[in-house]
């Protein structure tokens, strides 16, 4: 499905990736696992496209996505929910949702389908679909960049530290949201970053150590 291969990133001269490797299988959650800083999200954001590498090789089944721009990566299949949310605040819940789908020029009555998807999915967010995106708190938020991600993710969905700073309530609501989109969508490969694995070990296929750029662990032993 994604393969990553021997990943280099530099910013501003600091190496932050080392020669990073793994594969996402369809149908399999990996979750990334690492400390602040070890390069969790900079491996979000480099199969995005949205941080250059330095070396290595991005590859989407047989399509090297060195050849997409960033822009480009989501009409791909690939979904991603950033650590920040990154919501529109004057765009209405609803219309932040629907933004990738409006970027990847998709066809109104897909574009439909796929948002009454999301709201099958994430009911929650239905509700709130005329409220401004300024006006979710944080833990919505995550809901609203999950739905987002949703619009496009067709191979692959990337969420970054999902679980961070929510309170007790709103982790298990979205642990339970995770667990449904599962079970329903099974053809994607879904790639978790988190500080706390205890938090996905209950959907958990494969576990990924990462320290300092580099590769450590899989499964507790060295990759």
Do not use: C
């Not at 190496?15 to 800083?37: H, M, P, W, Y």
């Not at 822009?71 to 933004?99: H, M, Q, S």
């Not at 300024?134 to 999950?146: D, E, I, N, R, W």
């Not at 191979?155 to 449904?180: I, N, S, T, W």
């Amino acid at each position: 499905m994604l393969s990553i291969k021997n990943l280099d990133v530099s910013i501003e001269g600091a190496q932050i990736l080392r020669g990073v490797s793994f594969d996402l299988e369809a149908g399999k959650t990996t979750v990334l696992i690492g400390r602040n800083g070890a390069g969790k999200t900079t491996t979000l954001r480099t199969v995005m496209g949205l941080q250059t590498k330095t070396g290595g090789r991005l590859m989407l089944g047989k399509t090297d996505l060195d050849r997409h721009p960033g822009y480009g990566r989501a009409k791909l299949g690939i979904g991603y929910a950033p650590e920040d949310r990154r919501l529109i605040p004057a765009f209405t819940v609803e219309e932040n949702i629907l933004l990738p789908a409006y970027a990847t020029r998709m066809q109104r009555d897909e574009r439909q389908r796929r948002l009454n998807e999301v709201y099958d999915l994430l009911p929650q967010l239905k509700t709130m679909g005329d409220r401004p995106g300024g006006g979710v708190s944080g833990g919505q938020g995550k809901m609203v960049a999950l739905g987002r991600a949703l619009m496009v993710a067709d191979h692959v969905l990337l969420l970054d530290e999902p679980f961070q700073g929510l309170a007790p309530a709103l982790a298990l609501e979205y642990a339970q949201a995770l667990k449904r989109l599962r079970e329903a969508r099974p053809e994607i490969a879904f790639l978790i970053t988190e500080s706390s694995p205890e938090l996905l070990s209950s959907i958990a296929d494969h576990s990924l150590q990462i320290e300092r750029g580099l590769i450590e662990m899989e499964h507790g032993e060295a990759a």
